[in-house]
Structure formats: C-alpha cells, structure tokens
C-alpha cells in the first residue's frame, strides 16, 4: 500500500533540500550576503519608484481620466505584481533556498515591467518619478535572460508590428508582388 503526502509544504521541503538548503543554513551565522543585500535594495528602490509612479497617475486621473491613464494603471499593475514576485523571490534567498538563481531569473521581467511603465507614463505626457529610471537601471545590471511573460505595453491602442498585415496596415513585399502578377490581362 502506498501512502501518499499531501499539502503545500511538503512541495517547499523537497525542493529545499533537493537544492541544497542544508548547506546553505551551515552558513546562517555568516549573514546575508552582498548580492542579496543589493537586490533587496534594487527591489526597494523599484517599489518607491511603482509607488511614485501610482501618485503620478492618480493625479493625472484626478484631472481627465483617459485610455491612456487605463493603460497606465495596467503596466501600474504589472510593475506591482512583478515587485511582489521578487520579493518573493529574495525571502527564498534569505531563507537559503534558491532565490538568487531566482532573482537572476526575475530580474528581467521586473526591468520589463518598469520599461514599459516608463514608456507608457512618457507616451502620455506624464512625468516619470525619477526613482523610476535608477531602479531600471539598477534591475537591468542584473545578469539574466529577458523575460518572455512580460507583453509588451500598447502605447496607443494600435495593431503591433507583428499585426499589420492582417490588421490593414503596411502589406509585405511578396503579397503584394504576388497580387500584381494576378491583375494582370491576358
């Protein structure tokens, strides 16, 4: 008969032990570590910048509410869901599992997520906190892969590069070549 382990923190035993936790809290005396000290910093400056960037939208809803202003509240979100992601990430990294593979991983995405809210507050007209460009700064010194979850921003509504030739925009050389060779008489 097999007896099977149900719950959530067998999954989070395992996979600390599995990934070396009994190691790394051999070395629970010796404190957090530089890098884990600087994304904890980068990760605070990034959220003073979110927040920032909150009170800025705000007002700029206060006076006219807009699409704009949605789509800024949008990337808003994603910038907030991406700062609770790391921190996440970083109290792994406290405990001694695998946060800091994880940070190099979220790291990225965080950049991505505050990019795009700086460019959606610039295509509006908005000011941008100017704790905004140092955490993107920060967040980008990171080595990682980019992100491939972070979608990029619409700044206007419009179809995307990838969209245009079904959405009718610019149609490509060859269809167009194509076409002309059919309209032509025999």
Known sequence: MRTRIHGPGVFRVVFDVL?????????????????????SDTVATASEAVSGAGDVVSRAEADAPTPAVERIWEGHG????????????????????????????????????????????????????AELPQALVEVTEVNGDQCPSEPRPSLSGAATDGDAATSGGEVPAESSAESSDDDRAP
């Open 19 to 39: 990934l070396g936790l009994s190691v790394a809290t051999a070395c629970v005396a010796c404190g957090p570590s530089a890098e884990l000290l600087r994304a």
């Open 78 to 129: 994603r910038a907030l869901v991406r700062i609770d992601d790391a921190e996440e990430v970083l109290r792994f990294w406290r405990e001694g599992g695998v946060g800091k593979v994880g940070w190099a991983t979220m790291a990225p995405c965080l950049a991505a997520s505050l990019e795009g809210l700086v460019m959606l507050l610039q295509a509006a007209g908005l000011e941008v906190p």
